[in-house]
């Protein structure tokens, strides 16, 4: 079982930058996909981003696609989500997720298949 705590959250204005960072501890961080999901306020939960557990693909929504960028260190079990051209449209809180995988090149981009969850880090982008 993978437990994961998020950070780097905070309030930006549009057009900034912020890197989150997800922390893995517990199971065997590099047998899991990974991804970003981000819940708006008054809105359902939405994918973000995914990474497999080897890094070698990735996966994002169109809405993010160009301005974030998915990473991860096995060695470190870290995830990290690169945000930048920040809109205030992306103002949620954003959880890292996780899914145990055989395939080192699996994606798993739908919000219900994901396992394990951190507890999320808020993210406010002014206009």
């Known amino acids: 079982q993978v437990h994961l705590v998020e950070s780097g959250g905070g309030l930006v204005q549009a057009g900034d930058s912020l890197r989150l960072s997800c922390a893995a501890s517990?199971?065997?961080?590099?047998?899991?996909?990974m991804g970003w999901i981000r819940r708006a306020p008054g809105k359902e939960r939405e994918f973000v981003a995914a990474?497999?557990?080897?890094?070698?693909?990735?996966y994002y929504a169109g809405s993010v696609k160009g301005r974030f960028t998915i990473s991860r260190d096995n060695a470190k079990k870290m995830v990290y989500l690169q945000m930048n051209s920040l809109k205030p449209e992306d103002t949620a809180v954003y959880y890292c997720?996780?899914?145990?995988?055989?395939?080192?090149?699996?994606?798993?981009?739908?919000?219900?298949?994901?396992?394990?969850w951190g507890q999320g880090t808020q993210v406010t982008v002014s206009s």
């Open positions: 517990g199971g065997t961080f590099s047998s899991y996909a």
């Open positions: 990474i497999s557990w080897s890094g070698r693909t990735t």
């Open positions: 997720a996780g899914d145990f995988t055989r395939s080192p090149i699996a994606l798993v981009t739908t919000v219900h298949e994901y396992d394990y």
